[in-house]
C-alpha cells in the first residue's frame, strides 16, 4: 500500500481512551474517521465501570447478547474489515470457526480486560491502515467473493456497526444497573 501525505484539514485527531464529538466542519475522510472513533469510544463507555460477571451477563433474555460478546463480536469486525479484507493481512479469524460460528457471543471464556485490549488494538491498527490509505477511493478486496470495496464504503459500514450494536449496548448495560446514556 502506498501512502501519500494527507492534507492537515484532512487529519482527524487522534483521541485515545476519551470520546470527543465529531467536527462540524470538515471533509469526508476526517468526518468518516471522526464518527467512527466517535462510536468506539461510545461503547468503551458502555462498558465503563463494570466488572466481568456483569459484562458477560445475559441481561436481555431470550437473547445470548451480552456486552462482553459485543466487545468479543466487534474486536473480530475490526480485524476482520480493516487488517484482512482492506490491507489483505494473513492473520486468522478472531472468535469464529466453522464448527462454532458465534463463539463471539457464546463463549465467553478468558479475562474481559485481555479482550478489551485486544480491541483497543484493532481499533488502533484500524486507524493506522485508514490512516495510510491514499484516498478514500482506495480499495479492498472482500474475501470470498473477490468483490471490491472503497474504504469509503467500510469506514461506512463500521460506523453502521457501531451503531447498531450501540442500541443493543444501551439495552444491556440499562437492565445490568439502570445506567443510560447518550
Same mark, same amino acid.
Given at each position: 500500500?502506498?501512502?501519500?501525505? $494527507?492534507?492537515?484539514?484532512?487529519?482527524?485527531?487522534?483521541?485515545?481512551?476519551?470520546?470527543?464529538?465529531?467536527?462540524?466542519?470538515?471533509?469526508?475522510?476526517?468526518?468518516?474517521?471522526?464518527?467512527?472513533?466517535?462510536?468506539?469510544?461510545? +461503547?468503551?463507555?458502555?462498558?465503563? %465501570?463494570?466488572? &466481568?460477571?456483569?459484562?458477560?451477563?445475559?441481561?436481555?433474555?431470550?437473547?445470548?447478547? #451480552?456486552?462482553?460478546?459485543?466487545? =468479543?463480536?466487534?474486536?473480530?469486525?475490526? =480485524?476482520?474489515?480493516?487488517?484482512? &479484507? +482492506?490491507?489483505?493481512? @494473513?492473520?486468522?479469524?478472531? !472468535?469464529?470457526?466453522?464448527?462454532?460460528?458465534?463463539?463471539?457471543?457464546?463463549?465467553?471464556? %478468558? @479475562?474481559?480486560?485481555?479482550? +478489551?485490549?485486544?480491541?483497543?488494538?484493532?481499533?488502533?491498527? #484500524? &486507524?493506522? $491502515?485508514?490512516?495510510?490509505?491514499?484516498?478514500?477511493?482506495? &480499495?479492498?478486496?472482500?474475501?470470498?467473493?473477490?468483490?471490491? +470495496?472503497?474504504?469509503?464504503?467500510?469506514?461506512? =459500514?463500521? $460506523?453502521?456497526? !457501531?451503531?447498531?450494536?450501540?442500541?443493543?449496548?444501551?439495552?444491556?448495560?440499562?437492565? $445490568? @444497573?439502570?445506567?443510560?446514556?447518550?
Amino acid at each position: 500500500m502506498t501512502t501519500g501525505p $494527507i492534507p492537515e484539514a484532512s487529519r482527524p485527531a487522534r483521541v485515545g481512551g476519551e470520546r470527543v464529538d465529531p467536527s462540524c466542519v470538515a471533509d469526508e475522510r476526517r468526518s468518516l474517521t471522526e464518527y467512527l472513533e466517535w462510536h468506539r469510544r461510545t +461503547f468503551e463507555l458502555k462498558c465503563a %465501570g463494570l466488572g &466481568q460477571a456483569q459484562l458477560s451477563e445475559l441481561s436481555v433474555p431470550p437473547s445470548g447478547m #451480552s456486552l462482553h460478546g459485543l466487545l =468479543r463480536h466487534l474486536t473480530g469486525v475490526e =480485524r476482520w474489515w480493516f487488517r484482512q &479484507q +482492506f490491507a489483505g493481512e @494473513d492473520l486468522p479469524i478472531l !472468535y469464529y470457526s466453522d464448527d462454532d460460528p458465534n463463539q463471539d457471543f457464546e463463549r465467553l471464556d %478468558g @479475562d474481559v480486560e485481555e479482550a +478489551f485490549a485486544l480491541w483497543r488494538a484493532e481499533c488502533e491498527r #484500524s &486507524q493506522e $491502515i485508514a490512516t495510510a490509505a491514499e484516498s478514500m477511493e482506495q &480499495q479492498g478486496t472482500r474475501l470470498g467473493t473477490g468483490e471490491p +470495496f472503497t474504504l469509503r464504503w467500510l469506514m461506512l =459500514r463500521m $460506523i453502521t456497526e !457501531y451503531a447498531r450494536h450501540l442500541g443493543h449496548a444501551d439495552l444491556l448495560r440499562e437492565r $445490568i @444497573d439502570g445506567e443510560v446514556g447518550e
